[in-house]
Nanobody, 123 residues
Framework: QVQLVESGGGEVQPGGSLLLSCVAS???????IGWFRQAPGKQREAVSC????????YYADSVKGRFTISRDKAKNALYLQMNSLKPEDTAVYYC?????????????????WGQGTQVTVSS
């Protein structure tokens, strides 16, 4: 049984930082893994994705230069370092895995999802 468990969310002031973590179990071989977010009343969107080979990495334009995705293969973990946070970054953040080769940016290609962790940026 595949499980993805996110942690690290919370409330932070604008300009602050958070480190999100995602630990995967039940799966070690996959094509892509990434972070997605969904704000109230908005569609879920890709934030940052990385291929299992780490040959391909994607960042949404809105987070480039502020967020960094990384992996720890030994721990089967994925991280998202979020710096210079803005109120518009407020959302539920999800970790997801794409098990088969397909478009890395297409949210519909991700077939395993975590439960999400809330990030709130507010003064």
């Amino acid at each position: 049984q595949v499980q993805l468990v996110e942690s690290g969310g919370g409330e932070v002031q604008p300009g602050g930082s958070l480190l999100l973590s995602c630990v995967a179990s039940g799966i070690t071989a996959y094509y892509g893994i990434g972070w997605f977010r969904q704000a109230p009343g908005k569609q879920r969107e890709a934030v940052s994705c990385i291929s299992s080979t780490e040959f391909s990495t994607y960042y949404a334009d809105s987070v480039k230069g502020r967020f960094t995705i990384s992996r720890d293969k030994a721990k089967n973990a994925l991280y998202l370092q979020m710096n210079s946070l803005k109120p518009e970054d407020t959302a539920v953040y999800y970790c997801a895995i794409q098990s088969l080769p397909a478009g890395l940016l297409d949210i519909d290609n991700y077939n395993y999802w975590g439960q999400g962790t809330q990030v709130t940026v507010s003064s």
